[in-house]
Structure formats: C-alpha cells, structure tokens
Nanobody
Framework: QVQLVESGGGLVQPGGSLRLSCAASGRIFSIYAMGWHRQAPGAQRELVAA???????NYADSVKGRFTISRDNAKNTVYLQMNSLKPEDTAVYYCNADVRQVPGGIKNHWGQGTQVNVSS
C-alpha cells in the first residue's frame, strides 16, 4: 500500500556528483523520519543520512561535508546530494521512511535500491 521508489543512481568518476531521489506513494497520512542507507558488496547495510519531518539531519562520519540530505514534504520525496564521490561510496543505496498509513499505524518502509558506482 506504500511504495518507495529510488532514482538517480549510476556510474560516476571519483570527485563527481550524483543526486538520488526517493518518492513515496500510496495510502500515506504522514511521513516521519526518512533516510538513506547503503550496502556495499560483502558489507552490512549502513546508515548514510537521515532527516526528520522537521528537517533535522544526521550523517555518517564518512559522508559529512560531502553529502546533503533534504526532503520535500509536499511531494513525499527525500533527496541525497552526493558530492566529491569516492570509490568507497560504491554501493546499493536504499531509502527508507516511517510512514503513518491510511488506515493503520506507523510502519517502516524500504525502497528497492539504486546502484551507485564510483570508478574511473
């Protein structure tokens, strides 16, 4: 009943930029925290950045100063602007969101993931 769809991944050279988007749709009453996680081959999924409904943000130390998370509440969309990309940023990036559904309570939802490859 609620779907998160990511877009914007791809191949970029080291030092380049990408902007990821994640749009939520379905029977949504409101969205609370939204975030981006990533999972590299052979590694555990890790939090990259998160943003509350009020706009407060937090970042993994590895991306501070390079990545910026933002959201458009009117569009139920969260963004991740990634600058100064490094090969170690290569991973599948997933968005997630805490959604109050209609009807129903608050549930955590995940997108299907978008691949980011940083390579020369």
């Amino acid at each position: 009943q609620v779907q998160l769809v990511e877009s914007g991944g791809g191949l970029v050279q080291p030092g380049g930029s990408l902007r990821l988007s994640c749009a939520a749709s379905g029977r949504i009453f409101s969205i609370y925290a939204m975030g981006w996680h990533r999972q590299a081959p052979g590694a555990q999924r890790e939090l990259v950045a998160a943003i509350t409904s009020g706009g407060s943000t937090n970042y993994a130390d590895s991306v501070k100063g390079r990545f910026t998370i933002s959201r458009d509440n009117a569009k139920n969309t969260v963004y991740l602007q990634m600058n100064s990309l490094k090969p170690e940023d290569t991973a599948v990036y997933y968005c997630n969101a805490d959604v109050r559904q209609v009807p129903g309570g608050i549930k955590n939802h995940w997108g299907q993931g978008t691949q980011v490859n940083v390579s020369s």
